[in-house]
């Protein structure tokens, strides 16, 4: 049986593209969580009209991967100290977050952030809140850096938070 996680660390595209590395994980889908618009576009996102940040939803084999190894994976490969963004992208879309689906994903994630809260320099501000909604990105979001290994954007910010996941977790990598 899978279960699912939902997070949010600056762009879906990067986001995916670490998790679709991961042992264990069977499907990671780009979407948008944590807003008040029922199925939002790309476009209204980014305008910062929904509320929504963009995050993955990620389907994975509980014998294969932990919860606690994907949080591990999604602190490591984005920056979980600065508020509303992640490089050179800023907006609430962009926030660090992470969507629990149960009681247990909420106290798993907080005593995560507790636990490696002492190795920053700063405050983490993730937002740790219910998934209440999610909602998948429009078609040509998805897989977008398998589609799309030449775009710029891609070249410069997805091989870097790879090569963080190798470095950092080889031992969860497929």
């Given amino acids: 049986m899978t279960e699912q996680a939902t997070f949010a660390g600056g762009c879906f595209w990067c986001t995916e593209s670490v998790f679709e590395q991961v042992e264990g994980v069977t499907d990671v889908v780009s979407g948008y969580a944590g807003g008040h618009v029922a199925d939002p576009s790309y476009e209204a996102v980014c305008r910062e009209e929904t ?13 294969a991967v932990s919860y606690e190894d994907l949080l591990a994976v999604h602190f490591t490969t984005h920056n979980p ?22 009681e247990a994903q909420r106290e798993a994630v907080e005593a995560f952030i507790e636990e490696v809260q002492p190795g920053y320099d700063s405050d983490i501000v993730t937002e740790v809140e219910p998934l209440e909604a999610f909602y ?5 979001h998805q897989d977008y850096f398998e ?19 190798r470095q950092k977790h080889a031992e969860l990598l497929a």
């Fill in 147 to 165: 589609k799309n290994p030449n775009q710029g954007y891609c070249q410069l910010t997805i091989p870097p938070k790879i090569e963080k996941l």
């Fill in 81 to 102: 100290t600065t508020k509303d963004r992640q490089g050179n992208d800023v907006g609430t879309q962009y926030r660090s977050a992470v969507f629990y689906h149960d």
């Fill in 51 to 63: 509320g929504h940040a963009e995050c993955v939803q990620v389907t994975y084999d509980p014998e």
């Fill in 136 to 140: 998948r990105a429009e078609e040509y």
